[in-house]
């Protein structure tokens, strides 16, 4: 499991975002012939009429590689401000779904728009208004934590008059700034994620997509993670997307959460809500404990969650990364 070095997961350059040319044709082809005919909005109308446009949303979206579906019909609206966890076991098409928003992948099929602009027509907008976590890892263990969020500080267009200064920010926003100059390799695994936070936030995002930022952590480093995602949100308002299996967590952390099992969610409201409704379906009996997030989450999946998809357990080897480079 462990792996050292400097080497890196040949999938990790992929999950790199960044709105400059460099970056434009990795992943997917422009919008397809399929979709240039459409009558949709034009690139500055924004999805919904009513008002500011959602942060994230996703109507009908589609991805399937090959035989296997990973997303299948996710309807999903995140809104302006707000923390959302995108919870499920391993499989549900959690990063899949995330890659489409980022416009890591395309759309094939449904609309993915972030705050109104379409993640098809519109992908250099659309990148310009996130940070991305990515699941795999993004930090260089071979660069300083101050090197590796210049890298992205260059890469988002941060200008060369701002970026010492914006680096810097980014890093104590994230409790690095004391070790900033020194080489990542010798981060714990804790601090990898924080720096990989910092490398996400120097573009000042209006919405932060973090695609299980807490996988592999000890419950220390995993409070630690979440205090510093607070802080930067509370200070500067931008919307959190993020992934994660740990119910404990979203139910802490999060306004509200949308459980997805197969491709689509099954369950969404406040971690409250939806704990209350499970309660109440089994009738508040009075007996027993009262019901967490992923007692609900049992209840929706039903006994499918057991076979194609795995448990919650399994999903923590999925990260093979904040320890490889500690
Ligand atoms: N690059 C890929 N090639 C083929 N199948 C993939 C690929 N990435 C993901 N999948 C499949 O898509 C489904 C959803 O995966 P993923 O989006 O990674 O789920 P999650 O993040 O919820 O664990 C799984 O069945 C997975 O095996
Ligand atoms: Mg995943």
Redesign the pocket.
Known sequence: MRRRGGTRPESAGQDRLGPGPESAGQAEPGPGPESAGQAEPGPDTPVRGDGPADAVSCAGLVYA??E?T??DGLDLAVRDGEVFGLL????????????CITTLLPVPAGRVSVFGHDATRERMAVRRLLGYVP?QLSADSGLTGRENVTLFARVFDVSRRERAARVAQALDAVGLGDVADRLAKTYSGGMVRRLELAQALVSAPRLLIL??PTIGLDPIARTSVWEHINAVRAATGMTVLV?THYMDEADQYCDRVAL?HR?RVRALGTPRELRDGLAARRGNSGEGEPPTLEDVFRDVAGSGLDDRSGDFSD?RS?RRTASRVG
């Open positions: 590689f090959g296997t990973a997303v499920g076991p391993n499989g549900a098409g959690k990063t899949t779904a995330l890659r699941q695609d299980e992934t997805m491709g999903v999925t």
